[in-house]
């Protein structure tokens, strides 16, 4: 039997490694921290933190020691009273005509902004009324609510519907309108258009379109016209104060009047009434708050 004595061919070298340039950098001199930020992010904390300290522990303190200790020092003696006396000073009723009016006011003005949005953005290009509504929607930006409180009362005071809740709703609606059209047909801009074609070769009717696409697609955008136009309806106080005589129909930041006196105010009181007041608020924040920051932030990869 004959063994080979062919010696083994070497193997071809493979390309050698390619190496970056460059030593490699330890983890720890890659992070810097930014000191001067984060003492100032710190900072304004403390600002906004302040104030909500003050009015929550303020409302567990009586009169009398609110004025004999330090402002910033917890209660002792912690006291319910202020918040029995906000309940007893017809405070449901107030909070009853403040989601009416908020809800009465809110939902119509998305309602109709959603869909002149759809108009202005889907139609806008050719055609001239709706260039004109939109140019239209655009001037009421510019036109604050303290120029034509006047003609407003004047207004209602021919339809006689002075002194009661659709007083305030009617105007907040109009008001609510063109900043909620403005951003509503910002997001419907940014819709493809490849997706409304392809549902009206589908079959799709505009209406169809309107509420099969274009709204779950500008979801996050409702949400954010929502809360952002439901808060100021919320805290609304020109409207009421001018539009509204009865104590029947207050809502809550006139509500706010039935703790000052003669004399004095008394502030132990009034501050548990501006957390009950603030409550409803946090609570619709909690709930949509992912909707909310999606909207709020929608753009900004792109």
Request: hydrophobic share 50%.
């Amino acid at each position: 039997m004959a063994i080979s004595t062919r010696p083994a061919l070497p193997k071809p070298a493979g390309p050698a490694p390619i190496r970056h340039g460059g030593p490699r950098r330890k983890p720890s001199a890659l992070r810097r921290w930014n000191w001067i930020g984060g003492g100032f992010g710190w900072l304004w904390l403390l600002v906004v933190m302040l104030p909500i300290y003050w009015i929550v522990i303020t409302s567990f303190k009586t009169r009398a020691n609110y004025y004999a200790q330090n402002p910033l020092v917890p209660p002792a003696d912690p006291t319910f009273d202020n918040y029995r006396q906000v309940f007893e000073a017809d405070f449901a009723r107030y909070f009853t005509n403040s989601v009416v009016v908020t809800a009465g006011a809110t939902l119509p003005a998305v309602l109709v902004s959603f869909m002149a949005a759809y108009a202005i953005v889907r139609g806008g290009a050719g055609s001239r009324f709706l260039r004109s509504v939109n140019g239209l929607f655009l001037m009421g930006l510019a036109i604050p609510l303290q120029a034509v409180i006047i003609p407003i009362y004047l207004i209602i005071i021919r339809l006689q519907m002075y002194d009661t809740l659709m007083a305030i709703i009617l105007p907040s609606i109009a008001f609510a309108i063109p900043l909620s059209v403005l951003v509503l047909a910002n997001f419907i801009r940014d819709v493809p258009k490849e997706l409304f074609e392809s549902m009206r070769l589908d079959g799709a009717s505009e209406w169809g379109t309107l509420w099969r696409l274009a709204f779950p697609l500008t979801r996050p955008a409702l949400v954010t016209v929502t809360i952002y136009q439901g808060l100021a309806v919320w805290n609304g106080f020109i409207l009421p104060l001018i539009l509204t005589q009865s104590p029947e129909q207050r809502t809550l930041p006139l509500g706010l009047w039935s703790f000052q006196g003669q004399y004095g105010v008394n502030v132990p009181a009034v501050l548990a009434s501006v957390v009950l007041t603030t409550l409803p608020i946090l609570i619709c924040y909690a709930v949509g708050r992912r909707q909310l920051l999606s909207g709020l932030t929608a753009g900004f990869g792109k």
